[in-house]
């Protein structure tokens, strides 16, 4: 097993910026893949990014590209999501996820989650 807690949400306002943190335990080396979903209220969980240590390899969502930046440190098992030019839109749950898969797949553990709100 893999546990996951992720830290760093809060309010802010729209055009700032705010760091999530998502640190992994246990067993962290079936954690070949961490990722970052959200999920806004009244709609469905959604992909952000996604980092695959070996490599590494990140994948943006659209919505997100050139805004957020999603990086690690193999060596803390911590993984990241820097969010500048923030939007109401992203306002937001966000999970941290991790995959035992590197190359597809369901994701096998999940945090608990983090409140992002951004007020325009």
């Known amino acids: 097993q893999v546990q996951l807690v992720e830290s760093g949400g809060g309010l802010v306002q729209a055009g700032g910026s705010l760091r999530l943190s998502c640190a992994a335990s246990?067993?962290?080396?079936?954690?070949?893949?961490m990722a970052w979903f959200r999920q806004a209220p009244g709609k469905e969980r959604e992909f952000v990014a996604s980092i695959r240590w070996s490599g590494p390899v990140t994948i943006y969502a659209d919505s997100v590209k050139g805004r957020f930046t999603i990086s690690g440190d193999n060596a803390k098992n911590t993984v990241y999501l820097q969010m500048n030019s923030l939007k109401p839109e992203d306002t937001a749950v966000y999970y941290c996820?991790?995959?035992?898969?590197?190359?597809?797949?369901?994701?096998?553990?999940w945090g608990q989650g983090t409140q992002v709100t951004v007020s325009s």
């Open positions: 996820a991790a995959r035992r898969s590197t190359y597809a797949g369901k994701y096998d553990f």
């Open positions: 246990g067993r962290t080396s079936s954690a070949n893949v």
